[in-house]
């Protein structure tokens, strides 16, 4: 258990949940959109500054879990500078790397990949997934206006 315990909680993760990266609000925002895991308690929001096709600047203000901070910490870092094309690539990568299955080396996770270790914690797993499921909620919105 013990053993378990440290792969879930990577110093990687405790890294990010206690300094966390893109912490803030962008005052212009193309995409502004929040989401809450109410089985743990975590809420985030995410502003995404777009431009020219990209995700310029990201930016997140959140509480909750070490797991649900340090992923937002980590999911913000790998958006910035990406087309949507490329953030959905991400988001479904880590919803498969979620469901168990091995990650696509074609897709750069950065420190993201540390969170595969949560896998084996389902109720964990919401607390990760949290951060895709918002983004990808606010670029849909953002691609269907
Ligand atoms: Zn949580």
Not at 19 to 39: F, S, Y
Not at 102 to 125: H, I, M, T, Y
């Amino acid at each position: 258990m013990l053993d378990q315990l440290d792969e879930l909680y990577r110093d990687v993760i405790l890294d990010h949940f206690r300094n966390p990266t893109h912490v803030g609000e962008l005052p212009v925002a193309q995409v502004k959109v929040e989401g809450a895991n109410p089985l743990c308690g975590d809420e985030l929001t995410f502003h995404l500054q777009m431009q020219r096709g990209r995700i310029h600047q990201v930016r997140f203000r959140g509480k909750g879990c070490a797991i649900s901070q340090a992923a937002a910490s980590m999911f913000a870092t790998q958006l910035e500078g990406k087309t949507i094309q490329e953030a959905w690539r991400i988001v479904d990568t880590m919803k498969a790397l979620m469901q168990g299955q091995d990650p696509d080396d074609s897709v750069d996770l950065g420190d993201l990949e540390a969170l595969a270790g949560v896998r084996k914690f389902p109720v964990r797993v919401k607390c990760a997934a949290l951060s895709w499921n918002v983004v990808e909620q606010g670029l849909k919105n953002y691609s269907s206006q």
